[in-house]
């Protein structure tokens, strides 16, 4: 019965999410129901209080700095007009005629550096609708060509990216964010390379069949804007980013002397290796904001709006994701998930294909990346570690497969981020989720497996 209710409860949980109820409310209450399951009605209230709270609030005490500096770099990006310029700035170097490839590293480049995947949306969506209204390609490919640039490669592959599903594994294995960097090039290439193809194919396969863009009278209009920056200079601040980050963490923060973290008041850590790529992220961005705000003095309308804006945008990201981290730790209490977790170990003795198909199943259940991922190292991090160990197999390649993993499942059609994405294009599920599903789930599984593949070979690299 217990192990029953388990997966009724993540049953419910996919289903509720995708019908658009939250997870702050359904974490808890589901978490709760396979509790009931398991017969443990006496132990509800202190498994929500002393398990299920604490679960949540130590997740948002480790990554809220890396929400919230994110969140305020791209609201930042957003309001200074580099997001814009950046995106204008490689359309007109790749060419209109090329309006896939062009929105494709447009998205790319910003979220590899750093800005949040929803500010990216918001910001190249007119520009993609413009160039494709211009070329006569059909609208509902717009979202595949937004997602595969910010959902996929930049996410989860390329070495050194800021984002979220980058660093969550940092504390689990002591790694940092460029983490196999070899192999994460080689699967950043794989998604780039088909998707653009795939998506280029598609685009000639419709117009072939006679259908253009389309009418759609809700599209944007681009707004001219006197005030932005020039590419190169919207650019700095990415670099800057990309740079301080590699710099801090392979560089400055290893040779600095941590021995005070023996400290209680430090938590009793023997080493700085578990926190360095947090650390990095953090003076990273921090620093980029810095800049940020001083290069552009001059073109804040109202700085202050912007700053509390972005602050107030890294909060629901965060306390969803922390939602998530509560309800896996309180399905890993019960007995249940004894058979459940050896059922996942034993899928093969590789370390590296059990860790896949675990983080793969929990981020498709809850919509979610990184709270699929969080869910997955919260509980068998540590046995993975160990297997990996004894197999002397490396952290990094763990580090990797992870972050990989959790952007494969994680975009079915309940994801938070695709319906926010299809609401920004004003296209439905039935016209454009093939495009996203092709670009984001098909084609990262296939460069999984390929850096499974060459991990198992010839290790991390």
Not at 1 to 24: E, K
Not at 203 to 215: C, Q, V
Request: hydrophobic residues 55%; glycine residues 10%; aromatic residues 10%.
């Amino acid at each position: 019965m217990g192990t029953l209710g388990i997966l009724l409860s993540l049953a419910l949980l996919m289903y509720l999410a995708y019908r658009g109820i939250n997870v702050l409310i359904l974490a808890p209450l589901l978490a709760l129901l396979a509790l009931l399951f398991a017969g443990d009605i006496a132990l509800l209230l202190p498994t929500y209080t002393q398990v299920f709270m604490k679960a949540m609030g130590g997740y948002v005490i480790q990554f809220f700095p890396l929400f919230l500096l994110g969140a305020l770099f791209g609201k930042l990006m957003d309001d200074s007009g580099s997001a814009r310029a950046i995106a204008q700035g490689i359309v007109a170097k790749v060419g209109s005629e090329r309006a896939i490839l062009a929105i494709v590293l447009a998205c790319g480049l910003l979220t590899y550096g750093g800005v949040s995947l929803f500010v990216v949306a918001f910001a190249v969506y007119p520009i993609g609708a413009a160039l494709f209204r211009e070329a006569g390609i059909p609208k509902r490919l717009i979202p595949g060509a937004i997602a595969l640039g910010s959902f996929t490669f930049t996410m989860t592959a390329l070495p050194g990216t800021p984002a979220i599903q980058n660093a969550i594994p940092n504390p689990f294995f002591g790694t940092d964010a460029f983490a196999a960097p070899g192999l994460g090039v080689i699967a950043g290439l794989i998604m780039f390379g088909l998707g653009t193809w795939w998506l280029t194919a598609q685009s000639r396969k419709l117009m072939a069949a006679g259908e253009g863009y389309g009418e759609h009278r809700d599209d944007p209009v681009v707004e001219e804007r006197r005030d932005i920056p020039g590419f190169w200079l919207a650019l700095l601040p990415i670099f800057v980013v990309i740079g301080l980050n590699f710099l801090m963490a392979k560089q400055i923060l290893p040779a600095v002397d941590t021995s005070y973290l023996a400290k209680p008041e430090f938590g009793g850590l023997q080493d700085a290796k578990s926190l360095i790529g947090i650390w990095s992220i953090i003076v990273a961005l921090g620093t980029a904001i810095v800049l940020l705000i001083a290069m552009h003095w001059k073109r804040w309308m109202d700085l202050k709006k912007s700053v509390n804006d972005g602050a107030f945008g890294s909060m629901l990201p965060i306390l969803n994701t922390a939602a998530e981290v509560g309800y896996g730790t309180v399905i890993a209490s019960l007995a249940g998930f004894v058979i459940i977790r050896d059922l996942v170990l034993g899928v093969s003795s590789n370390p590296l294909i059990s860790e896949a198909v675990a983080v793969n199943i929990l981020a498709g259940i809850t919509g979610s990346a990184s709270g699929g991922m969080s869910i997955a190292l919260k509980t068998l991090g540590a046995q993975y570690l160990e297997m990996a160990n004894a197999a002397g197999i490396s952290p990094e390649l763990l580090h990797r497969v992870a972050a990989m993993a959790s952007g494969c499942m994680d975009t079915l059609p309940h994801n938070g981020a695709v319906i926010s994405l299809l609401a920004i294009c004003k296209l439905t599920h039935r016209e454009s989720y093939k495009f996203i599903f092709v670009n984001t789930v098909a084609f990262p599984m296939v460069a999984l497996a390929v850096v499974i593949t060459l991990g198992t070979l010839f290790g991390s690299f």
